[in-house]
């Protein structure tokens, strides 16, 4: 809240986080650790990555062949101009079942644009596959819903007045420069759901900088803004962040406690307010019993397993013991992974997507490097397995490879 540090790009001399690679990708490995420190949640911040980097991630020639190849209707495919939103560059039919089509309008889309209007893309991720693996990835370290939408427009007019989002936002300059308007937070993490959320911008901005392609801009949710184009075409990408905060723990452990009697039990509304005071304390001695280090495992298990995830599949091979051709990768598929000890056992614990995996301590070298992000030959995967387990490495990769939590690669030695 209140002032900014100054939007300069920041010298890297962090130490670098090699479980955050997603966030590596978009801001560099050695500012990772300053970034989760000092900024994550607190305050804007900006770095840069090459501009071919942001152009690999969703470029003019993947929105027009997004265009071409998927039928994309409103409202995920809009525009919008001084804050109103239109739909009207579609032609609208029905099928001989009645269903009702929205096809693009190129000539009435291309006018629009040169009025001032600007193109969003809602989802964008989903058909840009570099894009959807980064945000696939900051799911995956967040354990955070993840979504990039898509800015192009072709004038001076202003998408959207000032305002701010209820998550974090990264912004990729794509094509083109655009200048960002920060107006900085007059309340510390809102929400859609407050009861009193800020609705009152600050008069002026803390500051003005102008995005050309390759800049990255973080605003942590509540930020106010505004983007002006600086005419000429321009486009950049928002990747979202929607994290949870303490309500949501809050009313997962609602849920976790109806087990308890005194929680089921009724509140005793007719009687004194001492006695009610009393049954609210035993409420509250119920919560305060519980070990916090176990609650945030259960709830992080929780999240991991409630998370989204588009399908990553491995056909033709569905989990079938020793068919995995000698050259092809196995690496795990998208989603939150973790790997730990387990407890007064001999054995490992993965983690994917909320499920505990309680496996042989011989594998752990293996799997220790998937979890980190490499992939592996099934040879190379029997050669980091102890050898008295390495019986058992076919038998494993089919089972993990039929739950899809590892996948095998189509291309050999990818």
Not at 127 to 152: G, I, K, T
Not at 382 to 398: H, M, S
Request: aromatic residues 6%.
């Amino acid at each position: 809240m209140g002032q900014t540090a100054a939007l300069t790009p920041t010298e890297r001399t962090a130490t670098p986080d090699p479980g955050f690679r997603g966030l590596a990708a978009l801001i560099g490995v050695v500012e990772v650790a300053g970034f989760l420190q000092r900024r994550l949640g607190q305050d804007a911040y900006r770095t840069r990555m090459a501009p071919g980097a942001a152009r690999a991630l969703f470029g003019w020639p993947t929105l027009n062949a997004a265009l071409a190849q998927h039928r994309l209707s409103p409202p995920r495919l809009r525009l919008e101009q001084g804050g109103d939103a239109t739909a009207g560059a579609f032609k609208t039919r029905r099928t001989r079942r009645g269903a009702v089509l929205h096809d693009l309008d190129p000539a009435v889309l291309t006018e629009r644009l040169r009025g001032g209007a600007t193109l969003i893309l809602d989802a964008a991720n989903e058909v840009s596959p570099p894009l959807q693996a980064l945000c696939a990835a900051l799911s995956a370290e967040f354990r955070a819903a993840c979504q990039a939408n898509l800015y192009a427009c072709w004038g001076t007019s202003q998408g959207f007045d000032v305002h701010w989002d209820d998550h974090d936002v990264f912004v990729i300059q794509v094509e083109g420069a655009k200048l960002w308007r920060l107006y900085g937070s007059t309340q510390a993490a809102p929400t859609r759901r407050d009861p009193c959320p800020p609705q009152e911008r600050p008069a002026s901005p803390l500051e003005e900088t102008v995005l050309e392609p390759g800049d990255v801009l973080y605003l942590p949710r509540g930020y106010w803004h505004a983007a002006v184009g600086l005419g000429g075409p321009t486009m950049h990408l928002t990747v979202g962040l929607t994290r949870k905060t303490g309500a949501d723990l809050l009313h997962w452990l609602i849920d976790q406690t109806v087990t308890e009697d005194t929680v089921r039990r009724d509140l005793p509304l007719e009687q004194t307010e001492a006695a009610l005071g009393a049954h609210i304390a035993g409420l509250l001695a119920t919560l305060s019993s519980k070990d916090p280090a176990e609650l945030g495992r259960l709830y992080r298990r929780h999240v991991e397993a409630a998370q989204a995830h588009r399908p990553k599949l491995s056909f033709p091979f569905i989990g079938a013991a020793g068919e995995v051709p000698a050259g092809m990768k196995i690496s795990l598929a998208d989603g939150s992974a973790g790997l730990r000890r387990a407890e007064r056992t001999d054995a490992v614990v993965l983690s994917f997507r909320g499920t505990e995996y309680t496996v042989a301590a011989e594998l752990h070298a293996a799997l220790d490097a998937l979890v980190s992000g490499q992939a592996l030959t099934q040879a190379e995967f029997t050669t980091r397995t102890e050898p008295a387990a390495r019986a058992l490495v076919p038998e494993f990769i089919a089972r993990m490879t039929g739950e899809g939590v590892f996948v095998i690669a189509h291309e050999p030695g990818a």
